[in-house]
């Protein structure tokens, strides 16, 4: 790992502890917090990296977490297959773009997920109207996660909208946050942004994420969950519009 100030290392670790305890609440978040608060004092494509690992082993386990796993996949691999060519194809943009007008879309798709989330009614989408909807939903989640670290819009609402069972919901999160961190990954790699050091940081940060959704899931059922949805958003709106203030200083 590359040498880090102790003051960065308890930041990164408290970041991924208060990551993973959200993940173990809501059963999502993990990226979202993580590359709110990481992208505030670092720039996107570095906290995307370190993002990668702790990602990748938490949404598998969420994923897997089931036996609806594999009619999922057969049901939603269009989407998927959206996620791969958006997010390696957005993710040059990430690589390139100045870092405070990286933060400042970042910053924008939080306060957008946040907005909907709060504000929008949930839909539900016939199954004739999955069959094109699917990759579309797909590409352009990917987009938005190459271009922000973030994947959560649209697929979270998409995939809300299916009428899919509570498990199964959550298992269809995992399996999008799954091929989303994957791909970030590729796309990352094509571009010559990874490095060893980040990802000895990536890793170490698995601890403190899967702590934090041990802790969560332990406390998930003694928390008023709309309570706690509230206050997850707003802090998302805040933590948004912070970073989008930023090229404007």
């Known amino acids: ?5 102790l003051a960065s290392f308890v930041a990164l670790s408290a970041t991924f502890l208060a990551a993973g305890w959200v993940k173990g ?6 990226p979202t917090v993580a590359m709110g608060v990481l992208g505030a004092w670092l720039s996107p494509v570095v906290a995307a990296s370190l993002l990668l690992i702790p990602s990748f082993v938490t949404n598998l386990w969420q994923m897997l977490a089931g036996p609806a796993a594999p009619r999922l996949w057969r049901r939603l691999w269009p989407m998927m297959a959206g996620i791969v060519l958006g997010t390696t194809l957005g993710a040059g943009l990430l690589v390139r773009a100045d870092a405070a007008w990286s933060a400042a879309a970042l910053g924008t798709a939080l306060i957008a997920y946040a907005c909907c989330a709060l504000a929008m009614p949930r839909l539900s989408i016939a199954p004739r109207a999955e069959r094109w909807l ?5 590409a352009l989640t990917g987009g938005i996660t190459g271009v922000t670290g973030v994947f959560v819009i649209p697929a979270v ?7 899919l069972e509570k498990d199964e919901l959550v298992q269809a999160l995992g399996l999008s946050f799954t091929v989303s961190t994957l791909a970030m990954a590729a796309g990352l790699l094509s571009h010559g942004a990874l490095r060893m050091g980040q990802l000895g940081l990536s890793a170490y940060a698995i601890l403190p994420a899967l702590a934090g959704m041990w802790l969560g899931q332990r406390v998930r059922h003694r928390i008023a969950p709309k309570t706690f949805r ?8 805040l933590l948004g519009i912070e970073l989008v203030s930023r090229p404007w200083r």
């Open 1 to 5: 790992m590359p040498e880090i100030s």
């Open 25 to 30: 609440v809501t059963g999502m978040g993990l």
């Open 134 to 138: 699917s990759p579309v939903a797909g």
């Open 157 to 163: 609402p998409f995939l809300q909208s299916l009428n």
């Open 230 to 237: 509230l206050c997850f958003l707003l802090f998302l709106l």
